[in-house]
């Protein structure tokens, strides 16, 4: 995280920029809207807010507050099937809560990092 003076301390914390689109709110299909976000991964909540420019920005600023969060317990991670989007590298989110998110990223080996990342917290949270 760029604010942050040492590297994160642990592989459930994570940050950078994605474009996120949400394709479901509460088990209800919702029209894409992809966004480049400045997206968090903070202890079992995913944060997401606006690019802002560069993205190197951190919560707490007066234009970088989170837009959105989900919880992550009880959750699911999957690469997403081709008829999910006609981009690469995209990985499905869902919540228990009847959320599903797209993440992606041209860069493969940042949405792998992510994909990672996820499933660890989605498994060590698993019994919370
Ligand atoms: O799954 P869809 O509906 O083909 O998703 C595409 C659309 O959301 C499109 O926007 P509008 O049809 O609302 O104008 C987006 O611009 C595309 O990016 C979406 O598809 P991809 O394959 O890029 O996820």
Redesign the pocket.
Known sequence: CPSSPKPPASPSEKCGLLNV?K?TEHGKKV????TSSWTVLQGSTLLFAKGQGGGTSWFGGAQSKPEFTVDLRGGSVEWASKD????KH?VEVKTRQGTEL?IQSDNDGVVSDWYRALQDTISTHAWE
Do not use: A, F, G
């Open positions: 689109t394709i029209r894409k809207n992809w999910k989007s006609s981009k995209v797209l």
